[in-house]
């Protein structure tokens, strides 16, 4: 009986049959005819770097383990030992620890780069070996949206590749590769797969040959997703649309709420229109402004845990962008591993509380903050 299945079907094994040598020597004359063992490819892995591909509109991908190993996978593409990478400041401390810890032991090393300079000359930062610049599309947690083509003829300029952390925008927002960047990467542990079940991660190429470089990084590195992982990424994209729409509704009429609350300092939302990047975010990001905020509340740890602890709706998880809102505290988590100096210069004080906002109804989720605002100024004023 022959069976067609809509569904791609889970391919839980790690190695594929030959019927005989003729099928061996075609599996290596003729790449991709055929699987033959799982680190090297299978069927789900390329069918979620095949539709991340497609949405960014990139000649080839590849799918890893995770986000982490993506911007491993993403810098290795262009960098051997004695080379120098550009970092923007304003980056995922995963990112930068990654740069600082791991790969300057392979000789790698990294000058970190002013969000104000990033889109104008790069030449003081550049050396003899600097091989790229890493930057995220919207970063992480203050929300500054770069001017992707600026920096990618700034990169280029120079000689340097322009290799895009898009994970906070994703290609519904923001397709960097229309902006002239040379790889995008993507935590698919956030929006792209949505529901916090999945760690994962996609680089996307813009040229055949680096495409090519990933392929065998992530073969030799062992970087490959699971089928399992790659199958529930898969299920999780399908709606990415309609997903991003609903957070980005929803951060939007959040971002306003937090604006009017008397112990909220600063709100970050590129939707917002006082927000510095606001038009370059409406032009850029096709009138989306994301699903992600942050707020700053005053620098007591008090104050912000007893905000952590009044809210019902928005559980502390450090990780985002899944259906269901979360909220995260970057000094102690995602940008724990910054020096303390570059905390303060990057404005990650003890107040800031990053929201990741789900698509629950809105209603939901504004009637519990304004109940732990609430909670939060009687602290205060009691105290």
């Given at each position: 009986?022959?069976?067609t299945?809509?569904?791609?079907?889970i391919?839980?094994?790690?190695?594929?049959?030959?019927?005989?040598?003729n099928?061996l020597?075609?599996?290596?004359?003729e790449?991709?005819?055929?699987?033959?063992?799982?680190?090297?490819?299978?069927?789900?892995?390329d069918?979620?770097?095949?539709?991340?591909?497609?949405?960014?509109?990139?000649?080839g991908?590849?799918?890893?383990?995770?986000?982490?190993?993506?911007?491993?996978?993403?810098?290795?593409?262009?960098?051997?030992a004695?080379?120098?990478?550009?970092?923007?400041?304003?980056?995922?401390?995963?990112?930068?620890?990654?740069?600082?810890?791991?790969?300057?032991?392979?000789?790698?090393?990294?000058?970190?780069?002013?969000?104000?300079?990033?889109?104008?000359?790069?030449?003081?930062?550049?050396?003899?070996?600097?091989?790229?610049?890493?930057?995220?599309?919207?970063?992480?947690?203050?929300?500054?949206?770069?001017?992707?083509?600026?920096?990618?003829?700034?990169?280029?300029a120079?000689?340097?590749?322009?290799?895009?952390?898009?994970?906070?925008?994703?290609?519904?927002?923001?397709r960097?590769?229309?902006?002239?960047?040379?790889?995008?990467?993507?935590?698919?542990?956030?929006?792209?797969?949505?529901?916090?079940?999945?760690?994962?991660?996609?680089?996307v190429?813009?040229?055949?040959?680096?495409?090519?470089r990933?392929?065998?990084?992530?073969?030799l590195?062992?970087?490959?997703?699971?089928?399992?992982?790659?199958?529930?990424?898969?299920?999780?994209?399908?709606?990415?649309?309609?997903?991003?729409?609903?957070?980005?509704?929803?951060?939007?009429?959040?971002?306003?709420?937090?604006?009017?609350?008397?112990?909220?300092?600063?709100?970050?939302?590129?939707?917002?229109?006082?927000?510095?990047?606001?038009?370059?975010?409406?032009?850029?990001?096709?009138?989306?402004?994301?699903?992600?905020?942050?707020?700053?509340?005053?620098?007591?740890?008090?104050?912000?845990?007893?905000?952590?602890?009044?809210?019902k709706?928005?559980?502390?998880?450090?990780?985002?962008?899944?259906?269901?809102?979360?909220?995260?505290?970057?000094?102690?988590?995602?940008h724990?591993s910054?020096?303390?100096?570059?905390?303060?210069?990057?404005?990650?004080?003890?107040g800031l509380?990053?929201?990741?906002?789900?698509?629950?109804?809105?209603?939901?989720?504004?009637?519990d903050?304004?109940?732990?605002?609430a909670?939060?100024?009687?602290?205060?004023?009691?105290?």
């Open positions: 009986m022959h069976i299945p809509k569904i791609t079907p391919y839980q094994t790690s190695v594929f049959k030959f019927e005989d040598l099928e020597e075609l599996y290596y004359g790449p991709g005819s055929r699987y033959m063992y799982s680190r090297n490819g299978n069927p789900n892995s069918e979620l770097a095949d539709a991340v591909n497609l949405l960014e509109n990139g000649v991908a590849i799918a890893t383990g995770s986000g982490m190993a993506a911007i491993f996978a993403a810098i290795m593409a262009y960098c051997t004695g080379d120098h990478v550009l970092c923007a400041a304003d980056i995922y401390g995963g990112s930068s620890a990654l740069l600082n810890l791991e790969l300057s032991r392979l000789g790698i090393t990294v000058t970190y780069v002013p969000f104000e300079d990033l889109s104008t000359d790069l030449t003081p930062y550049v050396q003899s070996r600097t091989r790229l610049l890493l930057c995220e599309t919207i970063s992480n947690p203050l929300l500054r949206v770069i001017d992707l083509r600026a920096t990618a003829e700034a990169c280029h120079c000689g340097l590749k322009l290799v895009v952390d898009n994970t906070f925008a994703t290609p519904i927002i923001t960097p590769f229309d902006h002239e960047a040379d790889l995008v990467i993507h935590s698919v542990t956030k929006y792209i797969s949505g529901h916090s079940d999945v760690t994962a991660g996609v680089v190429a813009r040229v055949a040959e680096d495409a090519e990933l392929k065998q990084i992530s073969m590195f062992g970087l490959t997703l699971s089928p399992m992982e790659s199958w529930l990424a898969v299920r999780g994209l399908k709606t990415l649309r309609l997903r991003i729409e609903a957070h980005c509704r929803n951060a939007e009429a959040i971002a306003l709420f937090l604006e009017q609350q008397p112990t909220v300092r600063t709100v970050h939302y590129p939707g917002l229109h006082q927000h510095p990047q606001h038009l370059l975010a409406a032009t850029q990001g096709s009138q989306l402004f994301g699903g992600m905020l942050s707020f700053q509340l005053e620098d007591e740890a008090e104050v912000v845990n007893q905000f952590m602890r009044a809210t709706r928005f559980p502390f998880a450090p990780s985002l962008a899944g259906v269901d809102s979360s909220l995260s505290y970057p000094l102690g988590t995602s724990r910054l020096t303390p100096q570059q905390q303060v210069d990057l404005g990650i004080t003890v509380i990053r929201l990741s906002v789900g698509i629950e109804p809105v209603e939901e989720l504004l009637t903050l304004e109940q732990a605002f909670s939060v100024t009687h602290t205060m004023q009691t105290n």
